[in-house]
T-cell receptor
């Protein structure tokens, strides 16, 4: 699977948008970009995923660049409960069973 | 999203004993389940992948005789840590994926914290 690069930590003010970047310059054409988050001492929570088009759901928006080499997860109005480690993962659909391999992620701290 | 449960949520055992952790997909059939381990301040590390009715595939460096995985049904997988030792103390997290092939989203359980004394 392609590797991803994320900043180790970010801060965001409560109520503001949190924009979390991810680089995946070696992504292949059949690989999706997945975002999960992990709140302390819990299992990861699925947020969103996409292939090449921008995606939006009730939790977040995912913006993928045209060349697919990077993406940004946007939490439009961050709350204190959004404090977590956010993982950007590129997943091969069928190769190796489509495993999710976690990197170090970005630790987002939402501050009052 | 789909719900995955784990039991127990926390277990403390003596060194040398075996511990079984259950993982269930509550509202979907999971043809593939994954087991991860997470040490403090570290990311999740994939241990093994199991398909219903088949033997698990272990990641490099994971001892298959120590971490026994059974995926006997489409809603249940178990991880047994045999002859546990203090270094096996960790946060174990299971994950399940439906039968849409490689495109289905993978959902995670809440994790089991194992402490070996």
């Amino acid at each position: 699977d392609a590797k991803t690069t994320q900043p180790p930590s970010m801060d965001c003010a409560e109520g503001r948008a949190a924009n979390l970047p991810c680089n995946h310059s070696t992504i292949s054409g059949n690989e999706y970009v997945y975002w999960y988050r992990q709140i302390h001492s819990q299992g990861p929570q699925y947020i969103i995923h996409g292939l090449k088009n921008n995606e939006t759901n009730e939790m977040a928006s995912l913006i993928i660049t045209e060349d697919r080499k990077s993406s940004t997860l946007i939490l439009p109005h961050a709350t204190l409960r959004d404090t977590a480690v956010y993982y950007c993962i590129v997943r091969a659909l069928y190769n190796q069973g489509g495993k999710l391999i976690f990197g170090q992620g970005t630790e987002l701290s939402v501050k009052p | 999203g789909a719900v995955v449960s784990q039991h127990p949520s926390r277990v403390i055992c003596k060194s040398g004993t075996s511990v079984k952790i259950e993982c269930r997909s509550l509202d979907f059939q999971a043809t593939t389940m994954f087991w991860y381990r997470q040490f403090p301040k570290q990311s999740l590390m994939l241990m093994a992948t199991s398909n219903e009715g088949s033997k698990a595939t272990y990641e490099q460096g994971v001892e298959k005789d120590k971490f026994l995985i059974n995926h006997a049904s489409l809603t249940l997988s178990t991880l047994t840590v045999t002859s546990a030792h203090p270094e096996d103390s960790s946060f174990y997290i299971c994950s399940a994926r439906g039968d849409g092939g490689g495109t289905d989203t993978q959902y995670f359980g809440p994790g089991t914290r194992l402490t070996v004394l």
